[in-house]
């Protein structure tokens, strides 16, 4: 579990160079599993209190955050 500060800048989904660290040891070890069946599941979520977001732009942020995550991971 990674909090978005630490891989993304505020607001927004691109990853941050000091966030690459992060994702490459997680696509170092998910090429490491020998299991055909294995899946992975990229969840991201935002503070419901967070005052600076509607629901909408929380999720269109946190589905652009994950998504950034699973096309560094590929």
Do not use: C
Request: no cysteine; proline share 5%; charged share 20%.
């Amino acid at each position: 579990v990674y909090n978005a500060g630490h891989l993304f800048e505020a607001g927004s989904a691109v990853v941050m160079d000091s966030g690459r660290p992060h994702l490459g040891a997680i696509a170092t070890w998910l090429r490491g599993v020998k299991n055909d069946k294995a899946e992975v599941v990229v969840v991201a979520y935002s503070d419901p209190a967070d005052p600076d977001q509607t629901p909408g732009s929380a999720l269109e942020m946190t589905r652009k955050q994950a998504e950034a995550v699973v096309g560094y991971l590929k």
